[in-house]
């Protein structure tokens, strides 16, 4: 019943251009099902594939940005994505962003102790199975925040998550906290709430270095620092 609740509300989302539309939902054989939309593009990953190197700056916190468009009114529909992940949210051909797969939604309401994990991606509530909320969402939007400015997800030394500051030199200050208070380990010290991590990005986007591009591949194939047009 619960699954049928979800598909429901997210039902109620279509309208969002940044969400994957439900066509159609139904009960058979004591099975809950429903149908998503065909969405024609590629994933984040696959993009990212052709990539290896980052995004520029721009291109990177602008997908960022119509990625926490599209979860804040999942979040204000009662629901957690709980599998954000560059594999889960797709650049159409046109270029925009939707999110996909919300097969491990859950209720906002929910304290679920089920224990679920999807590599750097995931908060370490939500590898221990404790209360999860908005926040854990946009750990994971700050973990593909990395992905595409580095061209690759960040490393947990010793449990503790990467530092975008030394990934990438060049950046300005605003992006740097930005990703920190993102992924912050304890949920407390993270945003709370998609329109504000939302605003701090926006923020953040007309500060950046004018002319900054994508970082430049050094002689050893590996991305170096960021490159300025001109």
């Not at 993102?182 to 945003?191: D, F, I, L, S, V």
């Not at 926006?202 to 591009?213: S, V």
């Not at 994508?214 to 991305?223: E, M, P, Y």
């Amino acid at each position: 019943r619960n699954f049928i609740e979800e598909a429901r509300r997210l039902f109620d989302l279509t309208a969002h251009p940044g969400v994957v539309n439900v066509i159609e939902q139904f009960e058979e054989n004591n099975t809950a099902y429903f149908a998503m939309e065909y969405i024609d593009g590629e994933t984040l990953k696959e993009y990212m594939r052709r990539n290896p190197q980052g995004l520029a700056p721009k291109e990177a916190m602008q997908i960022i940005a119509e990625v926490l468009q599209a979860l804040s009114p999942v979040h204000a529909a009662g629901l957690l994505h709980r599998d954000i992940s560059a594999d889960n949210i797709m650049r159409t051909k046109q270029g925009s962003i939707k999110l996909i797969d919300f097969g491990s939604a859950r209720d906002t309401q929910q304290n679920s102790k089920t224990v679920f994990t999807k590599g750097v991606y995931t908060a370490p509530e939500q590898k221990l199975g404790d209360k999860q909320r908005s926040c854990t969402d946009l750990y994971a939007v700050g973990v593909v925040m990395f992905l595409l400015l580095v061209g690759r997800v960040p490393s947990l030394p010793d449990g503790h998550m990467e530092s975008l500051r030394n990934a990438y030199k060049g950046l300005n200050e605003e992006t740097y906290r930005l990703f920190e208070i993102a992924t912050a380990m304890n949920p407390n010290y993270r945003y709370q709430r998609a329109e504000d991590m939302l605003a701090d990005l926006e923020r953040a986007m007309h500060t950046l270095p004018r002319g900054l591009k994508a970082r430049k591949k050094n002689k050893s194939g590996k991305a170096g620092k960021a490159g300025k047009s001109g």
